[in-house]
């Protein structure tokens, strides 16, 4: 089980943590990611971290913004999000990919939290 937190409403340019929690799940040998989610529309790919922690990957749109990370001895997942801004508003979701051999998609993803809001007014 996953526990996404952090979420909140802030304005234009500020900053947020999200984390997430393994709880049952030992989440250290796994690729994790994050994913959001605005209304009606389908969940995207956010960001992943490979299980050695120095890979990573990001959507375009977040490049240079947002920072995933992990600490593996506490069993924790990370999303640090600077200069938001509208757009990222929507619900972030973290989530685990169990056999190693996904990357950005949805499905590649088996383990999900529950999600946490961010909402960024201008």
């Known amino acids: 089980q996953l526990q996404a937190s952090g979420g909140g409403s802030v304005q234009v340019g500020d900053s947020l943590r999200l984390s997430c929690a393994a709880f049952?799940?030992?989440?250290?040998?796994?690729?994790m990611g994050w994913f959001r989610q605005c209304p009606g529309k389908e969940r995207e790919f956010v960001a992943r971290?490979?299980?050695?922690?120095?890979?990573?990957y990001y959507t375009d749109s977040v490049k240079g913004r947002f920072t995933i990370s992990r600490d593996n001895a506490r069993n924790m997942l990370f999303l640090q999000m600077d200069s938001l801004n509208p757009e990222d508003t929507a619900v972030y979701y973290c989530?685990?990919?169990?056999?190693?051999?996904?990357?950005?998609?949805?499905?590649?993803?088996?383990?999900w939290g529950q999600g946490t809001l961010v909402t960024v007014s201008s």
């Open positions: 989530a685990a990919d169990t056999s190693g051999a996904g990357n950005k998609d949805v499905d590649d993803y088996d383990i």
């Open positions: 049952g799940p030992w989440i250290s040998a796994y690729n």
């Open positions: 971290i490979r299980p050695n922690v120095r890979a990573t």
